[in-house]
């Protein structure tokens, strides 16, 4: 363009325009020099992630998918996507975890884009992008990978970066966005997602479900599920909630649809009330997959369930009922805890699973009254917690994460059960008020947004006097548990010193400050003391002048975190004990004795459970010892010792049945000798109880009961009826527990080969889809009785390890190894890892340490067995 210079003031504004545009070219370039252009990396990175917080505002996604009848059919799928930029110094990263044939067209602010598809990204060129508003549009073929199709049925699993395999999206935690979402399914399928259902139009064969906008959450927590689901609808307390199911049994839908409303109901009220906010969505729904991934995941508007810890019937155990209280409680807990303020990135993915498992205690007490609260957090938590903390592969709770694509091998049960202990330790040290109050003011700061454990620490430390920062550092950052040991001074009967101390299991130098409880115990009377362990040794002041007891019960309320001495005098009197929470802790504390070397033998804690199979009332703790008694049967037992202990044990323990009189527990103690069977007399009875379905008197069974009959019957080779299993699968009627026996028979089949072709077959990632399934099988696979031709397996299953985590959901790789190596304790299982170890020195650490407690038993098994 020519000028014509006729004024001095088109001279002045010419010259203010250079001036202006140079000025702007030097505010630019300072902007691009202050952004550092982030690599094209697989995964998201922490930061590209970062970059994208910075730039990327106002982000909304609209998605229509085309959902074929066949399942083998693509998914055909469209999107819009629109957000503000705050600069655009450079391209920006769409995440697609998909093959580049995937993409098919991108349309960028209404010009056609080039398909760059790089390292799973979508490169957006920044010329075609501006400062301000923007708007993506693409078509494309939806991934298959976490859509999880069946034959009539599908749904989403997104977390923690899945959304990418389904679709192009920004995969972070802190770039919430809404999302409105059209579905168009086959005829006669049900559809639920976060967004509530604004119309649906069925032509030709097919249905298509529009919903509105969702409310502004995570991409983790998108979610629809699409299928022959039967709809219920009930109102609660002014609410109105929708649940989607595939159950068919009667009795269980007689038993379980009224208790699943009402829970999460009472639920609902009592966040409400200890939060001091109103539930923050637009609406509750929920639905029952069959074999879901988990026990639930708290998606916004829809949360999904694992079908058969909803559904229960007259058999069902007070633990099984007070376990789906406590699924529901912890899934509607993240509606606040999660969902309405989440983590800012996935090395905190643990602060939500730590208060949806502290919530959902406190709101089990209350949904089930009749409930010990503090006996089910004992059990609950600590023996799954030292599981881990226990092993060489222990890992603190919160993790460094350094991109999204290994989030999934951060999830474990020290966030799951570790993390609740803290919390509880955290809560007494504030006091309960001043702890309420500081997440009162942690949900109100952060609502619709993002937090850091830094941020809640920051809060919480205005609300009490301790030293917050100090008791983080090793409560949280760090792995591993203190061993506590004591000193008793006495005379002329009296008590003239208490001394205890703590040390790091790892010998480092490391101090646990807490709380716990030690019982003084008397032959007619106990006095409770509580300890303040503040300090590596502290001399306890309330005991002296104390009458010299017979013993000392350690941690006995069950607060308390660590291994503590075990009385040799606590092996024959526990059961004295009146508070069953006392005698929880007490069992706990012998076994982790046991395993530790601490001065209990395999034998001794045998033999304290089976006195525990008549002296013990409460069903819980019942369980607890039924649990360790079959560990030490066939974890740290010889085969050739077992033939002749498990002729004594049956025998007590069915005698233990009969003369329990509570329904449940006389279950739990045939479900015991069904475990345990061995003798050709025990397996004939069973397999009377499986053929006539006719259950021991004051025993309930089910379905799903005789189901494991005769698969325990099956693994034994029961040679009077090879076409056992065959039978138990004519006589399901429902069509997904058919398909899930039938997906096991190869792992039972008394045929090597047939169990060698199931094997081969895992390697294929097709055929672990069903993720329960798998793990199911492979418990069967390497069940003792088949570990010896087993063995073979298990270099194999090692080898498959890295590729199980690429492939599946989060807890598949844990459980892979779990259900692969947590029957074996001989020396050739051992040397079979550490040779893997020593083959790998540079493997995934995360994986490393995965095996390595998923091995703790086996290497523990070589000096401990009977």
Request: proline share 5%; glycine share 4%.
């Amino acid at each position: 363009m020519k000028y014509k210079l006729t004024s001095p003031r088109t001279i002045t504004l010419l010259l203010c325009g250079v001036l202006a545009g140079a000025c702007q070219h030097r505010i630019a370039a300072t902007q691009a020099a202050a952004v550092p252009v982030v690599p094209v990396e697989k995964g998201v990175s922490q930061q590209l992630a970062e970059l994208r917080k910075k730039v990327v505002t106002n982000l909304a996604y609209t998605l229509a998918l085309q959902v074929p009848a066949a399942r083998q059919e693509p998914v055909q799928a469209t999107e819009m996507v629109t957000f503000r930029l705050r600069e655009n110094s450079q391209p920006l990263q769409l995440d697609f975890k998909e093959k580049a044939d995937h993409l098919q067209r991108l349309v960028v602010n209404g010009q056609a884009a080039p398909l760059d598809f790089r390292a799973e990204h979508i490169i957006i060129p920044a010329a075609l992008l501006k400062v301000g508003a923007n708007r993506l549009e693409c078509q494309f073929t939806a991934g298959d990978l976490s859509l999880n199709r069946n034959d009539d049925y599908l749904y989403t699993l997104l977390v923690p970066d899945r959304a990418r395999t389904v679709f192009p999206v920004f995969d972070q935690p802190d770039l919430k966005a809404t999302f409105a979402l059209t579905l168009t399914v086959p005829r006669g399928w049900q559809a639920s997602a976060n967004g509530p259902l604004r119309d649906s139009v069925t032509t030709a064969g097919r249905t298509t479900f529009r919903f509105a906008n969702s409310d502004t959450i995570s991409t983790y927590l998108f979610s629809f599920a699409a299928g022959k689901f039967t709809r219920l609808t009930r109102q609660l307390s002014g609410r109105t909630m929708q649940f989607l199911h595939r159950e068919t049994d009667p009795a269980k839908l007689q038993q379980s649809v009224t208790p699943i409303f009402q829970i999460h109901a009472d639920a609902l009220a009592f966040m409400q009330e200890y939060t001091g906010l109103k539930y923050p969505f637009q609406k509750f729904d929920f639905v029952a997959i069959p074999d879901f991934q988990y026990g639930g995941m708290e998606h916004v508007g829809s949360i999904d369930y694992k079908a058969s810890t909803l559904f229960l019937d007259e058999g069902a155990t007070q633990d099984q009922k007070l376990a789906r209280s406590s699924l529901i409680a912890h899934e509607t807990a993240h509606m606040w805890f999660g969902d309405l303020v989440t983590m800012q990135w996935f090395n905190d993915v643990w602060m939500k699973e730590v208060f949806a498992n502290f919530m959902a205690d406190k709101i089990t007490q209350i949904a089930v009254p009749t409930s010990n609260y503090n006996l089910k957090f004992v059990i609950d938590h600590f023996p799954a917690a030292y599981g881990v903390d226990r092993t060489a592969g222990a890992n603190p709770i919160r993790q460094p994460l350094e991109n999204l694509q290994d989030a999934g091998s951060l999830y474990g049960n020290i966030i799951y059960h570790k993390a609740p202990i803290m919390m509880r330790q955290l809560e007494r040290l504030m006091g309960p008020e001043s702890f309420q109050r500081g997440l009162q003011e942690y949900l109100r700061t952060y609502a619709h947004g993002n937090a850091t454990w830094p941020d809640l620490i920051r809060l919480l430390d205005a609300h009490t006097p301790a030293d917050l920062q100090a008791w983080n550092q090793v409560w949280v950052n760090q792995p591993g548990r203190p061993v506590f040991t004591h000193q008793l001074t006495t005379k002329a009967g009296k008590i003239t010193q208490l001394v205890i101390t703590q040390k790091a299991e790892d010998t480092s130098a490391r101090l646990w400050p807490q709380l716990f409880e030690i019982t003084l115990v008397y032959p007619a009377t106990s006095k409770e003391l509580t300890v303040n362990m503040n300090q590596a040794q502290v001399l306890l002041r309330s005991a002296e002048g104390e009458p010299a007891p017979e013993y000392i019960l350690f941690n006995s309320t069950g607060l308390g975190y660590g291994v503590f001495p075990a009385d040799t005098l606590v092996q024959t009197q526990v059961f004295v004990l009146q508070n069953p929470v006392a005698r929880a802790s007490a069992y706990i504390n012998l076994y982790e004795n046991m395993l530790t070397s601490g001065g209990v033998t395999p034998g001794q804690l045998l033999e304290v459970a089976r006195q525990g199979l008549t002296r013990e009332p409460e069903e819980l703790n019942l369980k607890l010892l039924t649990g360790q008694l079959t560990d030490v049967f066939w974890r740290f037992t010889k085969p050739a010792a077992r033939p002749a202990l498990a002729a004594a044990l049956e025998k007590e323990v069915w005698q233990a049945m009969q003369q329990h009189t509570a329904s449940n527990s006389k279950k739990l103690l045939f479900k015991t000798y069904q475990n345990i069977a061995l003798t050709l007399q025990a397996q004939e009875r069973l397999y009377q109880v499986w053929a006539k379905e006719q259950a021991p008197a004051g025993v309930k069974l089910t379905e799903d009961d005789y189901t494991a009959l005769a698969l325990a019957l099956a693994v034994r080779n029961y040679a009077a009826d090879p076409r056992i299993l065959a039978q138990q699968l004519g006589r399901i009627r429902n069509a997904d527990r058919k398909k899930r026996l039938e997906f096991m028979l190869p792992a039972l089949a008394d045929d090597v080969k047939t169990r060698d072709a199931f094997f081969a077959s895992l390697k294929e990632s097709k055929n672990r889809e069903k993720e329960a399934w798998v793990t199911a099988a492979l418990g069967y696979l390497h069940h003792p009785l088949r570990a010896e031709a087993s063995e073979k397996y298990l270099r194999e299953s090692l080898d498959l390890l890295e590729e199980i985590q690429q492939t599946g959901d989060i807890f598949f790789p844990a459980s892979w190894l779990q259900a692969t190596f947590g029957a074996y304790h001989t020396p050739t299982a051992a040397a079979t890892v550490r040779g893997f170890l020593q083959e790998h020195p540079r493997y995934n650490p995360r994986l490393r340490a995965k095996i390595l407690q998923a091995t703790d038993d086996l290497f523990r098994a070589e000096k401990l067995l009977l």
